[in-house]
Every structure is written in structure tokens, then in C-alpha cells.
């Protein structure tokens, strides 16, 4: 079967036109659902079965389709929402698709609204076929923000595939490994005085000092300890990213707050590390006389890795001509794997176009993207 260019460019128009921003921050968020509906109805126009799964949020849900039967099969999942942008740096609109030098511009035209019609195209000639495992569609919600789509489908777990394609952006490279994600916030809660008289309070900032050198050495422990060369930066991570507390030069600083990340290694557990820094910071909240606060100010990303010899890695390195690599993103795949799931993040566009002004796909790699799935519905689900 031929690749239909300008079915894929309607279909994209359209889930670019509909705003689905997710966010952290109220006044950007917005629901998911409009793309989650126009999705299960082209969907069931091709005959699959499709449930729409509502999430607590109003207005945000995941969509699972279904074609053909039984247990196993292949997930060809994606993330429905997109991130913030700025109308004024665009040099088109950005819910308007616009073709350009072999380019598709628009809001989450990469990352990645895009893979949808790549998936829709590629399941065509296997719709009146007899497979022998399923082909599951998985859009989700809030993956820019929460995650809350993929850890609701997690929690429940659902869909019961073998194996999983997360379609983001790669450049058509299987990528079996990525870094997890923490951002974590500190609050260290002291007494203001006149500064005249360091006995009047306990200074924050002093404390915080303490508690900075503290990360700053875990940080140096890390690195010497874990090391994995599959990634260009080869050693977790930790940023000191902000810091805010005080209100004058001439009073005790009463209330200091930090915010950090760490991107931890394959093998590296999120909830340990919490654990690790509460540890360590609360003899200086005694030494201090101080109350030292950890909270995250998200869930977390676990970090990822699956087996370069598995059957979905070998395959997908055979049918892109790509050897398999990391990325220092983070993505759904966790989620995947928490739910039996061998997995491997690969899609067309690159993640050096996505969230920025003028985000584009490059076209060339659309139907080579359509061939590549092709080529794993017919490996997993029909041979």
C-alpha cells in the first residue's frame, strides 16, 4: 500500500488546530480531550474498539483503541498534549499547519502530535487482516506536565500488550535508555532577629548554605559511584536551580527555600535517592535548630533501560538500519515497562525542534516512519 502525504497532512492540520497545552501552571493547562475524541472517531470510522479513559483531572482523558484480539501484542503509543508557546516569537500560527522547504510547522507537530497519523497510515493494510496478537493505539494525557495519563494507565493496569513503541521524536533512532527525573524542593524553615544579635534567630540562609554543601558533596559521591558510558553525560546529575529566601540585609533570614534536580542512571531508584537526601540533611536541621522541609514539586520520572538483545530492540534496529541509543529526555517508557511491557522510544522529528517558536516536522521522515511501524505490526502481531 502507498503512503497517502495528504491524508497525513489533514489529519495533522487538524490535531494541530485543537489547543492542548499541559502545564504546571493554572493559567496554561487546558484539557486534552477534544484530541482524545477526534482520535477515536477516525478510529472507529477504521473499525477498531476504542475507550476513552476519563482522569481525575476535568476535562483530560487517555484513549486506548484496539484492532484485532486476544493477549500480547504491539502499543504504538503517544502523548496527546503539548507544551506552552509563545505566539509572538512564531513566525506562523501555530495551530495552523504550515508547509514550508518539505516541513510541517506547528505546535506539537514533532512532539508529538505527528505520530498519530504515522500510526493511522501504517495500520491500513492490516484492518480486514486475521492477526494473531492485537494492535493497540495509546494516546495520553498531561505527559508535558504530570504524567498523570501514563501513571493512570499504569495504576490500572491497562493495555495489556508484550510490547511498546513510545512515538516520540528520535529522528527514526531506537532509543532503549534515558536518564529518570526528580525536582525537588527544599524549605528551611528558621526565626528572624535583628541582625545586630545572630542569638536573636536562627538564619535559614546559614543553614541553607549547610544544606547546599551537602548536595554539592552527595552530588560529587554520585558521580564517583555510577557511571554508565551509553549516555553522553555519563554520571547522574544534580542541579542547584534556584534559590529564594529573606526579605532584608539587616534581619535574620527566617525562611529560605532551594529548588534542585537530579537525572538519575538506569538502576537508580527515585524514592531511595528521597530517602538518601532526608538522610543526610537531618542532623543539620538539629545542629541548626532549624526545620529542613523536603517535598517534590513532581512525581518523578524513573529512569529507563531495556535489553539491547531483546526482540523489539533487534528488530527495530533491523527494520531502521539504526543501532539503538540513549537520550537525555525522559518519556512515558517507565510506565510502559511497569506494565510488562518490553519498550523502546522511536518516532520521526527530532526533540531539537520541540518545544520552541516554529516547531516543524521534516516530511522525509514521515513515510519511513509509517514503514517502520509497518514492519513491527507484521513481526509482532501477525507473524
Known sequence: ?????????????????????????????????????????????????????????????NLIATLGEGDGGLVLAGHSDTVPYDTHRWQSDPFKLTEKDGKLFGLG????????????????????????????????????SSMSGARALAASGTPKGRYAVIGEPTELVPVRMHK??????VRVQGRSGHSSNPALGRSALDCMNQVMNELIALRAELQSRYRNPGFAVAVPTLNLGCIHGG????????????????????????????????????????????????????EGVDAFAEDE????????????????????????APFMQQLGMQTVVLGPGSINQAHQPDEFIDTRQIEPATAIIRGLIQKFCLE
Not at 529518570?180 to 524542593?185: L, N, S, Y
Not at 525562611?255 to 543526610?280: A, K, T, V, Y
Not at 538483545?309 to 512515558?332: D, K, Y
Request: proline content about 6%; glycine content about 4%; some cysteine.
Open 1 to 61: 500500500m502507498t503512503f497517502n502525504a495528504k491524508q497525513y497532512q489533514q489529519q495533522l492540520q487538524q490535531l494541530v488546530a485543537i489547543p492542548s497545552v499541559s502545564c504546571a501552571v493554572p493559567e496554561w493547562d487546558m484539557p486534552n480531550l477534544p484530541v482524545i475524541e477526534l482520535l477515536a472517531t477516525w478510529l472507529d470510522e477504521m473499525g477498531l474498539r476504542t475507550r476513552i479513559m476519563p482522569l481525575k483531572q476535568q476535562g483530560k482523558a
Open 109 to 144: 507537530a514533532t512532539d508529538m502530535k505527528g505520530f498519530f497519523p504515522v500510526v493511522i497510515e501504517a495500520i491500513k493494510p492490516f484492518l480486514k487482516m486475521p492477526l494473531k496478537h492485537p494492535v493497540i493505539i495509546l494516546a495520553t494525557a498531561d505527559e508535558e
Open 180 to 185: 529518570g527525573i526528580m525536582m525537588e524542593a
Open 247 to 298: 526579605d532584608g540585609a539587616n534581619r535574620i533570614c527566617a525562611e529560605c527555600e532551594l529548588h534542585f534536580d537530579l537525572r538519575l542512571l538506569p538502576g537508580m531508584d527515585n524514592d531511595e535517592m528521597r530517602s538518601i537526601i532526608q538522610q543526610r540533611l537531618s542532623p543539620i536541621a538539629q545542629a541548626t535548630g532549624t526545620d529542613i522541609i523536603l517535598s517534590s514539586l513532581f
Open 309 to 332: 538483545h531483546s526482540a523489539l530492540i533487534q528488530t527495530c534496529e533491523a527494520l531502521t538500519g539504526n543501532r539503538s541509543e540513549s537520550v537525555a529526555f525522559a518519556t512515558e
